[in-house]
């Protein structure tokens, strides 16, 4: 909304609103002052308050150097905390730092803004020693019990009051519209509640939703505060500060006002991401002004951000569950939709099975120029003038809507039957569809205040004066269905892929061998897409659960990289039969291998070899890895005589039984609590894949059953028989020898240079030096001798070869360590060159190393 009128007599529109440049106001917040230096150090801006909080003169401190308004010690560990600040990466949080080695201490703030940096300083309100990350967890639990949406709001809520001790908190979800509705409060006693209350899109201009992306969390601590000038107002340029991660940036005037008729005198906001996207916000009022401290608000973030994982993780599971059902829909649809007569006669068994996945009131199938349709859903005359507007709007994806009268005013004739649809379009051309509709559902929804916000002279000239009540005011709202949610547009689209491959057999029949490989390609990669994300979802949850019970970094960090190096094991596996089903025998080995190299014999497995299909194979690579580590760290295989068998079988069924027994070991006593890799053992099967798993702890030794569903399992062929003296199993592999000397490390990712020279510090190297580019690892190599090497092939932007020459040429042994594979360049220029496959851990580092140091000592 623009501050003053531009005319007598102008339009005025909610967009507006969205055209004020809130992330360029010249001013901060009182609470707070700033700092912005240029590339140089120099101070190019500061707000007007650093006299009265910092005791520096504005006029002498604009243009000075930065490091010399602080003591040299308080520059230098600025300037170290500040070494891996990038572009939009956020900021450097300091907290209680004696600025001026006199006392007074100070939180701090610091991000990039163009190639300098912006400095935010809040006096420390207190200097009593507080933890207030450890409120986190203990809060974010209560919400972890809770495992429907509005009980975690509420238990969200009352957390977010408990911590900050504002009058009113509500956690408020975004919806389809971008209107917002109040979810769960917690108040004040005798406080309005605003609790189901809606507020429109326009309370929340897109700007500022641009920027709560950027800056999750915004404090105003006095709507009347007076905010303070930034110094020079503008650049050399002419433009003004950009303060969209700014912390104590100060307020829109139209936001206050907006505050003020709510009668709010402090306000605090959190977003709620996920997947990149606003799901909601967390927002905090106050009757009279109210502060917390940036330590504090920092909490507050790190409780925003897990309680939005704890949301995703609610929804995706139900959105997996659909996902699921309609997967299994597939098999079914192919047998009862094999020509247009066989749909005709199952159309009502095809219709219930969509029920089941997606509810609707009618259902209407036009394939063929055949048209079908049961329970509340268009004539046939009205739905042939609908099948031209999808035409228009449907071609090729999923399309829906809850307010079809609004893009197809023809609807008003059908409204109170079909006031919104889900249409699938199952041919490659605007042609057959499976439409679902839902009935009109008369609402009654009530806003914090009309929403309807009339255009009138306010304090800030003729614009969209902010709505002086908020009184609840109640909508009737007709031509309008129940909502399709989210997971029920994916689960259609998943439906949408199966009928597609049905209907196209049915019409194209004749279609070229080329264009069936490509839609199957097509599949193919939809399938991945979804792998893939399940992976990942996978690794976040072992992130987030492999800290229970451990109780060092070090404990976690080893048990972290084994249960993911469980996983890339599975995936080699996977990948080296091109994403097909996979030896369970060669799993199990090859975990016994990895794990316990010097007892992997005494891993006995019998029975037929099967098959996993790859749904089931990663779910069996974490129970084996658990079970192995368990029966390493304390079962038989921590004894020298102890012995784990496995022993495979197929049921009646055709379910593949697993049953494990260790023996040999100390006497077992069951654990006093479930940690993660029992809850992995004991739920995973069940959870992911419909089976069974028993975990017992007999005085023997650990026992265990599973069973794996037969859809997953199929036959192994069988293997050829070892030749005569071999054993079945391969001698365990040799103990790699320790390192020593000096080592040199070549790799564009610092993150990952940092791993391998912790690793090759751990293997026993004196020195470890590394490189980012090939420029540096040669200036190092003239600089000094190395006595062993670890190489990047790929460096962005360049590749290792020249470093790979020039050790090469004074007879240094060097790994070549790849993400890509892609390594036929330099095996071509050094024969028999050992490969390092990413991500590598201090096991594969140091059993490769020892592989190379073999080899040239037996050169």
């Not at 490091?67 to 450097?92: K, N, S």
């Not at 950009?242 to 505050?259: F, G, K, M, N, Q």
């Not at 109210?290 to 949301?311: G, M, N, P």
Request: hydrophobic letters at 45%; one cysteine or more.
């Amino acid at each position: 909304m623009p501050e003053t009128a531009t005319a007598a007599v102008e339009t005025v529109e909610l967009s507006n609103c969205d055209r004020e440049q809130i992330q360029f106001l010249g001013h901060v917040q009182p609470y707070g002052c700033l700092i912005a230096v240029g590339e140089d150090w120099s101070v190019g801006h500061v707000s007007a308050n650093i006299g009265e909080m910092l005791g520096l003169d504005v006029e002498a401190t604009i243009g000075a150097r930065f490091p010399e308004l602080f003591p040299r010690e308080v520059v230098h560990y600025l300037r170290g905390r500040i070494q891996m600040l990038g572009q939009d990466t956020g900021a450097a949080r300091i907290y209680g730092l004696d600025l001026f080695e006199d006392g007074r201490l100070f939180d701090l703030s610091v991000h990039m803004s163009g190639p300098g940096y912006l400095f935010e300083f809040e006096p420390k309100s207190t200097r009593a020693m507080h933890d207030e990350m450890s409120l986190v967890q203990p809060l974010l639990a209560r919400v972890r019990r809770r495992r429907e949406i509005p009980a975690m709001a509420r238990e969200a809520a009352r957390a977010m009051r408990a911590m900050t001790g504002f009058d009113r908190v509500m956690i408020y979800q975004f919806q389809p519209d971008d209107s917002g509705r109040v979810i769960a409060e917690a108040a004040a006693p005798g406080m309005t509640p605003f609790l189901d209350l809606r507020f429109p899109a326009s309370d929340i201009p897109r700007q500022a939703r641009a920027l709560y992306l950027r800056n999750p969390i915004r404090l105003i601590k006095d709507v009347d505060a007076e905010p303070q000038p930034i110094l020079p107002p503008q650049t050399p340029e002419g433009a003004p500060l950009d303060l969209s991660l700014s912390v104590t940036r100060a307020v829109s005037p139209i936001h206050l006002e907006y505050l003020r008729n709510m009668g709010v005198a402090a306000s605090m906001s959190v977003s709620i991401l996920r997947e990149g996207k606003l799901w909601g916000l967390i927002a905090c009022h106050n009757n009279t002004p109210h502060y917390i401290d940036y330590e504090k608000r920092s909490a507050v973030e790190l409780f925003t951000q897990l309680f939005a994982y704890e949301i995703a993780a609610v929804e995706t599971e139900t959105e997996r569950r659909q996902t699921l059902q309609a997967r299994q829909l597939h098999a079914g649809l192919v047998e009862q939709m094999a020509d247009p007569v066989a749909i005709s006669r199952n159309f009502d068994a095809i219709a219930q099975a969509i029920g089941e996945v997606i509810p609707f009131d009618g259902i209407a199938i036009w394939i063929g120029d055949r048209f079908h349709a049961q329970g509340s859903t268009p004539t046939y005359e009205e739905f042939m003038g609908l099948l031209r507007h999808l035409h228009g709007v449907a071609a090729g994806r999923v399309h829906e809507t809850d307010r079809l009268i609004d893009s197809y005013p023809e609807a008003d004739g059908f409204v109170e039957r079909a006031a919104g649809l889900l249409s699938l379009p199952i041919s490659r051309g605007p042609r057959d569809y499976i439409v679902l509709f839902r009935r009109e559902q008369v609402q009654q929804v009530t806003w914090a205040g009309d929403p309807n916000k009339p255009a009138q002279p306010g304090p800030n000239g003729l614009r969209l004066t902010p709505r002086k009540s908020f009184a609840a005011w109640t909508e009737t709202v007709r031509n309008q269905s129940a909502p399709w949610s989210d997971s029920e547009i994916a689960a259609a689209e998943t439906i949408r892929i199966t009928l597609l491959e049905v209907v196209l057999k049915i019409a194209d029949d004749s279609i070229a061998e080329r264009k069936r490989a490509q839609e199957r390609q097509e599949l193919l990669i939809a399938e991945l897409n979804h792998r893939v994300r399940n992976i990942l979802n996978l690794v976040r949850g072992l992130v987030s659960q492999s800290g229970s019970n451990v109780t060092s970094v070090e404990d976690y960090g080893r048990i972290l990289d084994g249960r993911i190096d469980a996983l890339a094991r599975a995936h080699d596996q996977l990948t080296g039969t091109e994403w097909q089903a996979a030896s369970l025998r060669e799993l199990i080995e090859t975990e016994a291998t990895a794990f316990v190299a010097t007892g992997a014999d005494r891993v006995r497995i019998s029975g037929a070899d099967v098959l996993l299909s790859p749904e089931a194979f990663s779910t069996l690579a974490l129970v084996m890895h658990e079970m192995v580590t368990n029966a390493a760290k304390y079962g038989a295989l921590k004894q020298p005589h102890g012995r784990v068998e496995v022993m495979l079988s197929r049921l009646e069924d055709g379910a593949l039984g697993i049953e494990w027994r260790e023996r040999g070991g100390a006497a077992v006593k069951a654990p006093k609590g479930r940690g993660f890799g029992t809850t992995v053992i004991e739920r995973a099967i069940p959870f992911e894949l419909g089976g069974a798993a028993e975990l017992r702890f007999a005085l023997a030794g650990t026992e265990a059953s599973f069973k794996v569903p037969a859809r997953f399992v199929t036959s192994a062929p069988e293997r050829a028989a070892p030749a005569a003296g071999a054993t079945e199993r391969a001698a365990p592999e040799e103990v790699p020898i320790r390192l020593s000397g000096r080592a040199l490390i070549v790799e564009d990712n610092m993150i990952i240079a940092m791993d391998g020279a912790d690793i090759l510090t751990e293997l026993g190297c004196d020195d470890v030096a590394t490189a980012s580019g090939v420029g540096e690892a040669l200036r190092l190599i003239e600089d000094g001798a190395f006595d062993i090497a670890l190489l990047d092939v790929n460096l962005g932007h360049e590749t290792s070869v020249p470093v790979a020459e020039a050790l090469q040429a004074r007879g240094v042994p060097f790994l070549l360590a790849t993400g890509y594979g892609e390594t036929a360049g330099i095996s071509e220029a050094y024969p028999g060159a050992v490969i390092l496959k990413k991500p590598f851990t201090k096991r594969t580092v140091q059993a490769s190393f020892a592989a190379l140091l073999r080899e040239g000592a037996a050169g």
